[in-house]
């Protein structure tokens, strides 16, 4: 007898070829941002070469920085401060907004009326400029750093995921489940939130690209990661003389941000239906 074996098309998760490709460029990302310290050549901060902006060589796989710093290291280690901050905001904003919005969908009434009001009114101030007033109030620090981008997205994660919550909070089975005499945490553990995972999580990745510009943006007008430490806004910020040169200090952190962002957009673009719609 023949045994068969379930396929992706059969398990609901078949990706086309640009997600692979973008799932995997996120992964080497990843991967880079956890071991990459571990195979860097040279330290980062040591001066390696005596030509500025230096070209790529043996030695050098991505040329020195503006003081002669090797920036395959910077590289790596870059990625584990844009990448770990980012995703340290993300994971609280998200996980915050989501707890607030499905609470404030299944209680209703004042709670949700004041609770909205106040992250309306955040919402409002622009975020770029809400993160130079508090980071340069406060100082810039990591924690800082990911509390401020945390806050900044807070509000649309909570927006995002009261929508959510309201209409899965008007299902039959929530009423059948609220009618037997399931109290507000047993319905949003048991029965609100499994049903909004799968959006929640593109719009995880959604503003996880968000927080990585953000990120950069900051560390290029010199408000984020501070030196010894550098992140990839950083990297572009110091070495942005180099750019008439065409030097691949400036040339490779920019494409290491491009890269993450368009393969973590492709990526959600591009994810199988099952877990983009929990409803098929």
């Excluded at 959510?164 to 037997?180: P, Q």
Aim: glycine share 10%; proline share 6%.
């Amino acid at each position: 007898m023949a045994v068969t074996f379930p396929t992706p098309r059969r398990l609901g998760y078949r990706m086309n070829l640009t997600g692979a490709l973008a799932a995997l460029v996120v992964l080497v990302w990843a991967i880079v941002a956890i071991i990459g310290p571990w195979f860097m050549t040279h330290d980062p901060g040591e001066i390696v070469d005596f030509e500025y902006f230096g070209p790529i060589t043996k030695q050098l796989w991505l040329g020195s920085d503006y003081l002669g710093r090797d920036m395959f290291s910077r590289i790596l280690m870059g990625a584990r401060y844009t990448v770990g901050i980012s995703l340290a905001s993300v994971v609280l904003a998200c996980a915050s907004g989501v707890v607030l919005g499905m609470t404030a969908a299944v209680s209703g009434g004042w709670f949700d009326t004041v609770l909205s009001r106040l992250l309306d009114a955040l919402n409002s101030i622009p975020s770029k400029l809400f993160g130079l007033v508090m980071v340069a109030a406060v100082g810039s620090s990591i924690p800082v750093l990911i509390l401020v981008l945390a806050v900044i997205y807070l509000p649309g994660a909570y927006r995002f995921a009261r929508a959510l919550a309201v209409n899965i909070n008007t299902m039959d089975y929530v009423t059948v489940a609220r009618a037997r005499g399931e109290r507000s945490p047993y319905l949003i553990l048991n029965e609100i939130l499994p049903n909004m995972t799968g959006p929640v999580l593109a719009d995880v990745g959604l503003r996880f690209v968000f927080i990585v510009l953000l990120l950069s943006g900051l560390s290029f007008l010199g408000l984020g990661v501070q030196p010894p430490y550098a992140d990839w806004g950083s990297l572009v910020r110091e070495n942005i003389g180099g750019l008439p040169f065409g030097a691949p200090a400036v040339i490779v952190p920019s494409i290491a941000i491009a890269s993450l962002t368009i393969s973590v957009n492709l990526l959600i673009d591009n994810l199988p239906t099952k877990i983009r719609d929990r409803s098929e």
